[in-house]
């Protein structure tokens, strides 16, 4: 299985973003996916999680409000959109999935595949 992300971009302080991971040849596969993001110097973070299962989502208190993650079953995609950015908003964004049940949905090592990262800056 493959995954894919896309949608990075530069946006302004204030806008909107939506990344969407592509999962080849389907979501189905996996118990949960993530999103992380990594910026220069920094450790990777975690910003959310959804469960295939019941689509019970998860977010850190950085991004809670702001940033929802979602699936599209008939598209094999997770999408993560991003409103209200901020500068400290701006890394590198990964999609990951979990193919078995984890507590450490919150932890990259909860995760089995990786897509490679989509650029997201936030200008001020």
């Known amino acids: 299985v493959q995954l894919q992300a896309s949608g990075g971009g530069l946006v302004q302080h204030g806008g909107s973003l939506r990344l969407s991971c592509a999962a080849s040849?389907?979501?189905?596969?996996?118990?949960?996916f993530g999103w992380f993001r990594q910026a220069p110097g920094k450790e990777r973070e975690w910003v959310s999680f959804?469960?295939?299962?019941?689509?019970?989502?998860y977010y850190p208190d950085s991004v809670k409000g702001r940033f929802t993650i979602t699936r599209d079953v008939a598209k094999n995609t997770v999408y993560l959109q991003m409103n209200s950015l901020t500068p400290e908003d701006t890394a590198v964004y990964y999609c990951?999935?979990?193919?078995?049940?984890?507590?450490?949905?919150?932890?990259?090592?909860?995760?089995?595949?990786w897509g490679l990262g989509t650029q997201v800056t936030v200008s001020s």
């Open positions: 990951a999935g979990a193919s078995k049940p984890t507590f450490y949905y919150h932890h990259y090592e909860g995760y089995d595949d």
């Open positions: 040849p389907s979501t189905s596969h996996y118990y949960g």
């Open positions: 959804i469960r295939s299962s019941d689509s019970v989502t």
